[in-house]
């Protein structure tokens, strides 16, 4: 299994423009994440999905947007890119091991400049 | 306002020195995790405690929930430069589904050879 993967590695955005983050994991899980990491300032969560068809909002939602079609797939969309959206994104998968613990598998993570 | 606090936020040690990091909050966790974070890497999953009071060992790596599971520690015994890297805490809220995380804001731990 190649886990959780993302693409791209880094990329660098003008201010306003738009990109989609791809996440895709193959391990079947139901659950899956998008953060960002600031330095100094830990993992902030800015959407998830319980499954194919439901997003829900997290900590830090505005300016991003997502989608989750299939259970390998969640992609995090930023529409007007703003320097405040300079941050290294991680997209995470989870499945329950019983009811309040989840196991989360983290991708390498994308980091994103907005100059 | 941080919901979970950790520290310290840096520490650099020599080899062969114990080190204790901690992870405090107000609030009740059903669940709490410690992860370690390598620079270009996402972060991993060390252990995951969900009892009062509990303690798991990790080879040198001993964690702790707090009996009020409002606060935990992880203690590392004679520490190596392989130790080296973010250690990040996440708590589960009692009040809501263990699948959404609380991270606390890391510590980033230098073991110097």
């Known amino acids: 299994n190649a886990g959780v993967t993302q693409t791209p590695k880094f990329r660098i955005l003008k201010i306003g423009q738009s990109m989609t983050l791809q996440c895709t994991q193959d391990m079947n899980h139901n659950y899956m994440y998008w953060y960002r990491q600031d330095p100094g300032m830990g993992l902030k969560l800015i959407y998830y999905?319980?499954?194919?068809?439901?997003?829900d909002k997290g900590e830090v939602p505005n300016g991003y947007n997502v989608s989750r079609s299939t259970t390998e797939d969640f992609p995090l969309r930023l529409e007007l890119a703003a320097p405040s959206q300079t941050s290294v994104y991680f997209c995470?998968?989870?499945?329950?091991?019983?009811?309040?613990?989840?196991?989360?598998?983290f991708g390498p993570g994308t980091r994103l400049t907005v100059l | 306002t941080q919901l979970l606090e950790q520290s310290p936020q840096f520490l650099s040690i020599q080899e062969g020195e114990n080190l204790t990091v901690y992870c405090n909050s107000s609030?009740?966790?059903?669940?709490l995790q410690w992860y370690r974070q390598e620079p270009g890497e996402g972060p991993v999953l060390l252990v995951t405690?969900?009892?009062?009071?509990e303690v798991k060992k990790l080879k040198r790596l001993t964690f702790q929930f707090g009996d009020a599971r409002k606060d935990s520690s992880l203690h590392i015994t004679a520490a190596q430069p392989g130790d080296t890297g973010l250690y990040l805490c996440?708590?589960?809220?009692?009040?809501?589904?263990?699948?959404?995380?609380?991270f606390g804001e890391g510590t980033q731990l230098t073991v110097n050879p």
């Open positions: 609030s009740v966790f059903s669940s």
């Open positions: 999905s319980v499954g194919a068809g439901i997003t």
């Open positions: 405690v969900v009892t009062g009071g």
């Open positions: 995470a998968s989870s499945y329950p091991r019983g009811e309040t613990v989840h196991t989360q598998y």
């Open positions: 996440a708590g589960a809220l009692r009040e809501t589904s263990g699948s959404r995380l609380t």
